[in-house]
């Protein structure tokens, strides 16, 4: 295998950026050419190929986001796109393609290696809701914007005798909502995985005002339910004031963690080897602290489940 591609698509992510510079590094120490594909899965379609050296990765290393640009494009969909997406590569000598991204992504990856095109994924999302890794690149960085957001939240809540219910990411996901929430000290954490009620919701905050308990963080992911629509279902119940922060796409961005960083030129170094050694359909990520191939069949058919006793452990804390 002599040329490679390199894409990154759905939603950016911190770290992308250093599993790029470590793809294209890594791949060039080996003697392969790395082409980078400039707007996820579109570019695959428009041939927006471009050959990328060491050099051109300096200094994204610590950047958030992704110098390839990436997008979630519904026309790869199609089946005669795949078919196309493949031949673009194949008339440019390219071997085999690394795919950064999370489940949609990896559903591409999955789609093209079904139809013998070697490909190789890297586990990517801030949602670290890819089956199969116990955390994927972005995860680190997006719950620790969503920390230090609580922690400033905290101090006005705690200044004004205020309720505040913050909204993070997880449409269909709890992980950054319990992380983010425990470690923030909320009273309260909401996801989409577990049921809850909203008249014992406000059946605890009544009880800890008996506590002269004098302000409140209530955290929930989207999925769960949409700040505004709990605080209107609140005030349905009970008499307070409350505030409203939804922290929205400032999760996606900012320079990597330290943790994110090293995850991803980790993963970045064994997607390059696996694909020279002749792996593909699998997707890269870190399972007890060691690196691992998953199938990537599996990594999007199956749905990676939220650790409960960590939801358990966030009520015994609330008290």
Known sequence: MKRIAL????????????????????GYVKGVEVVGVYHGYQGLLTKDFHIMLPRDVSGILERGGTILKTSRDIAFKEEKNQWKAIENMKE??????????GNGSQTGNLSLFKKGFPTIGIASTIDNDLWGTDYTIGFDTAVNTAINAIDKIRDTAESHN???????MGRNAGFIAID?????????????EIKFSVEKIVDNIKRDMEKRKLHYIIVCAEGAIHARDLE???????????RVAVLGHIQR???????????????????VNALLEGEKGKVVGIKHNRIVLIPV??????????NTKLYKLAEELSV
């Open 92 to 101: 440019e000598g390219i071997d085999g393609l690394i795919v950064i991204g």
């Open 162 to 168: 205020l309720t505040f219910i913050v909204e993070v």
């Open 7 to 26: 894409l990154t698509s759905g939603g950016d992510a911190p770290g992308m950026n250093a599993a790029v510079r470590s793809v294209v590094r890594v």
């Open 253 to 271: 961005g900012g320079s990597p963690s330290r943790f994110d960083r090293m995850l991803a030129s980790e993963l970045g170094e064994r997607a």
């Open 297 to 306: 069949q599996d990594a999007v058919m199956n749905k990676k489940q939220l």
């Open 232 to 242: 209107k279902e609140i005030h349905k119940y009970v008499d307070i004031d409350t």
């Open 180 to 192: 983010a929430g425990i470690a923030g000290g909320a009273d309260i954490i909401l996801v989409p």
